[in-house]
T-cell receptor
């Protein structure tokens, strides 16, 4: 079955700096890769997603890149703000089935 | 438009008891999935319901069972509770549709289950 690894487990950046979180997956059948943000005590919320036929997708300060050959994808957050502090989860899925989540990255944006 | 709603928000049970958690999907969504999130970990897939049937199941024992009703709401039942079942149980709904629509999961706020 699918296995998703995520690094780093914790990440601290200064406000205004960029943050990068990386994930790898094992199942070449996976074709949908969402990223979720979970603030303390709140529900996970989808922030960006990408399909396997696309190499990069950007939404304002957030971007995701996918390397299908190497089976890894990354979340890039530019110009970080204190409200970006949260736990971020990557996930891999095949056609909306069999979602497997990474263990999460706790991002702290320091003022 | 109400999002995904779950009840109760918190629950305390003792080992060996049984528990039922409830979920109402986002309006327009017909598929409900359940996830277990242990402290400090990512959500783990339990099962998915579509058209009142279990369509997929993760690596969870038969003590975990579910149901989906005609109005698309769902229940998660856990029998013979173990200490290790203590976790946040998340419900997620999704809608039918083309890629990048039907795949998007919308999560509820979860039920925090503590087994003593």
């Amino acid at each position: 079955g699918e296995n998703v690894e995520q690094h780093p487990s914790t990440l601290s950046v200064q406000e205004g700096d960029s943050a990068v979180i990386k994930c790898t997956y094992s199942d070449s059948a996976s074709n949908y890769f969402p990223w979720y943000k979970q603030e303390l005590g709140k529900r996970p919320q989808l922030i960006i997603d990408i399909r396997s036929n696309v190499g990069e997708k950007k939404d304002q300060r957030i971007a995701v890149t996918l390397n299908k050959t190497a089976k890894h994808f990354s979340l890039h957050i530019t110009e970080t703000q204190p409200e970006d502090s949260a736990v971020y989860f990557c996930a891999a899925s095949s056609y909306g089935q069999n979602f497997v989540f990474g263990p999460g990255t706790r991002l702290s944006v320091l003022p | 438009d109400a999002g995904v709603t779950q009840s109760p928000t918190h629950l305390i049970k003792t080992r060996g008891q049984q528990v039922t958690l409830r979920c109402s999907p986002k309006s327009g969504h017909d598929t409900v999935s359940w996830y277990q999130q242990a402290l400090g970990q990512g959500p783990q897939f339990i099962f998915q319901y579509y058209e009142e049937e279990e369509r997929q199941r993760g690596n969870f024992p038969d003590r975990f069972s579910g149901h989906q009703f005609p109005n698309y709401s769902s229940e998660l039942n856990v029998n013979a509770l173990l200490l290790g079942d203590s976790a946040l149980y998340l419900c997620a709904s999704s809608q039918p549709g083309p890629p990048l629509v039907g795949e998007k999961l919308f999560f509820g706020s979860g039920t925090q289950l503590s087994v003593l």
